[in-house]
C-alpha cells in the first residue's frame, strides 16, 4: 500500500487541514483498512494518528486506486470540537465486547 498526498488545504477557522490522497494498492489486493489508512496518512504528514480522522475513502470501480479525504487537526481537543461523533468512532479501533459477569 502507497499514500500519496494529492492536496493539502489549511482551514484556519476549524484549525485543521483538509488533506486528500491517493492509494494505490497491488491488483490483488482489497481496499485497506479504515485504521491502517489513517496511520499511513499520518506517517506520510509525521504526526500522531489520534488527531487524523478519514472523511471519505472510494475505491474506483476496477482498479486498485483509492481517493479519499482526510482532516488533520492541530491538536485532539480540537478535533473533539468539530468532527462528529460517528466520524470519531469509525476512526478509532473498534471496541472489545464486554464479558458478561455471572
Same mark, same amino acid.
Given at each position: 500500500?502507497?499514500? !500519496? =498526498?494529492?492536496?493539502?488545504?489549511? @482551514? %484556519?477557522?476549524?484549525?485543521?487541514?483538509?488533506? &486528500? #490522497?491517493? =492509494?494505490?494498492?497491488?491488483?490483488?489486493? !482489497?481496499? %485497506?483498512?479504515?485504521?491502517? *489508512?489513517? !496511520? +499511513?496518512? +499520518?506517517? $506520510?504528514? !509525521?504526526?500522531?494518528?489520534? *488527531?487524523? #480522522?478519514?472523511?471519505?475513502?472510494?475505491?474506483?470501480?476496477?482498479?486498485? =486506486?483509492?481517493? &479519499?479525504?482526510?482532516? *488533520?487537526?492541530?491538536? *485532539? @481537543?480540537?478535533?473533539?470540537?468539530? $468532527?462528529?461523533?460517528? =466520524?470519531?468512532?469509525? @476512526?478509532? /479501533? /473498534?471496541?472489545? %465486547?464486554? $464479558?458478561?459477569?455471572?
Amino acid at each position: 500500500m502507497q499514500v !500519496k =498526498i494529492d492536496s493539502i488545504k489549511d @482551514n %484556519p477557522l476549524l484549525k485543521r487541514k483538509e488533506v &486528500g #490522497f491517493t =492509494i494505490a494498492s497491488g491488483p490483488k489486493e !482489497k481496499t %485497506p483498512p479504515r485504521l491502517e *489508512v489513517k !496511520k +499511513a496518512v +499520518a506517517m $506520510e504528514m !509525521k504526526l500522531g494518528d489520534d *488527531v487524523v #480522522f478519514i472523511k471519505r475513502m472510494r475505491t474506483k470501480t476496477g482498479t486498485s =486506486i483509492t481517493v &479519499g479525504v482526510a482532516n *488533520v487537526y492541530q491538536s *485532539v @481537543n480540537q478535533s473533539k470540537l468539530v $468532527e462528529p461523533e460517528y =466520524i470519531r468512532k469509525r @476512526n478509532s /479501533p /473498534p471496541e472489545k %465486547p464486554k $464479558e458478561a459477569s455471572a
